[in-house]
């Protein structure tokens, strides 16, 4: 087998592993193979020695897929040997706070006392998955994340869109379920999937996306683009973004106000509630299926509109917009 | 030998190589093969798994030979895991050999 089949048969097998990863590897066998060649070595005797490019393949596949999880701690962990693992021991069933001050990719977990656990990250960072799912239901805590320079990861880079920003994701448990949570987070993607209880939420992010929030919920983000979807309760949105997209699920109000770009809000069937929403720049989308009752929206085209649809029930609607163009539309989504 | 028994102690020795100097992936092969016989593509994925696990990380150096290569090099964590699975393998064989040797 000379150099060029062994690669194109290593590269058709390696499937489980992503884009970047496999460009890295065929990358490490070119490498090999130039070394080789350099010492003088035939590309047979290189490819022979080695070995079944489809075995190789799959030893990376297999571990790609085993240890992903493991590698949220690892990077987490690194430098220190209190693990996370570690502190789901320590913190289950009791009434703790948690700071978390990540500042770069080297961690430290400094237990300062047993009310209080904290863990910073020394050093720059390219990416961290860092996945809390740790804690009970009874827990009340704080999470606050900061990046080591907050000029870096706020605003100054915000707009400048997600890809020049390196990522923090911040992945939080698949239910929190506290009494009250605040939570504040300087990070490039946040990532949530579900908050139950009283939220208030204070994010600067690149990206933010949450996929649950129930009872009373207040989220104030400067972000190059929000997605909340599934929100239950009342809701109180603020946000300088790019976009924001938000998912009303079974809402009683709404208050949505955003500086910049375009805000998408989707409300369900059958709803009664009063809806606010305000945007200086950019189009306010609301798709209600609601509207499909009354024809009197078709064809509105108008600057500012305030409290100008009240149909059957309690429903309430204001909305504001003082530029560009919105739409109020009765198509489901 | 035995495939499973030689994977096994594969990490014990890219570490412990590790320990000594930065290698890049075709130098650290030439130097286990010189004392064992591996299929010489496995190290690849061993590599990439210590690099996940953040025992080692890599940096890019010029080489006289054609374009620059990737080297590894031992973080922390590595230094620590290499001399604990150093002590550990050194317990291990002792009492293998002793065993062996029926004392």
Known sequence: MNRKMFMDKLSSNLNNVSEDDKRSILSDFQEHF?????????????????????????????????????????????????????????????????????????????????????AKILRDFHKINFNIALFEDEMSYNLIVKPFNTFDFGFSKIFSGINNCPILELYLPIKVKFPKTTIKVNAAKLVSPSFEGDVYLIANACKVKIDH???????????????????????????????????LKDFRN?????????????????????????????????????????????????????????????RNIIVKSTASNMKLSARPY | MDIQFKKGVLDLCVLNLLKKSDCYGYELVNKISNY??????????????????????????ESNEGPPRKYYTLTERGHEAASKMEKDWIDFSNKVNDLLRGE
């Open chain 1, 213 to 247: 929030l129930s009872n009373i919920s207040t989220v104030k983000a400067n972000a190059s683009s929000v997605q909340i979807s599934g929100i239950v309760g009342d809701f109180n949105g603020e946000f300088n973004a790019g976009d924001a997209d938000i998912y």
């Open chain 1, 34 to 118: 130039n070394a080789g060649l350099a010492s003088g070595r035939t590309e047979e005797d290189i490819a022979s020695a080695l070995g079944d490019p489809e075995e190789i393949a799959k030893e990376f596949s297999y571990k790609e897929s085993s240890t992903s999880k493991e590698q949220a701690y690892a990077s987490f962990d690194e430098k220190t040997n209190d693990s996370f693992v570690n502190s789901r021991k320590l913190y289950t069933n009791t009434n703790k706070n948690l700071n978390v001050d990540i500042t770069t990719i080297e961690t430290r977990i400094i237990y300062t006392d047993n009310d209080y656990i904290e």
């Open chain 1, 254 to 314: 709404a208050y949505i106000s955003l500086n910049a770009g375009n805000l998408d809000v989707f409300i369900p069937e059958n709803t009664s509630y009063d809806l606010k929403s305000d945007t200086s720049v950019g189009a306010i989308n609301i798709f209600d299926p609601n509207f499909k009752r009354t024809r009197e929206i078709d064809n509105f085209v108008m600057r500012k509109i305030e409290g100008y649809a009240i149909l059957e029930g309690q």
């Open chain 2, 36 to 61: 064992i016989i591996i299929s010489e593509g496995t190290i690849y994925p061993l590599l990439k798994k210590i690099t996940t696990d953040g025992l080692v990380k890599t940096y890019l150096k």
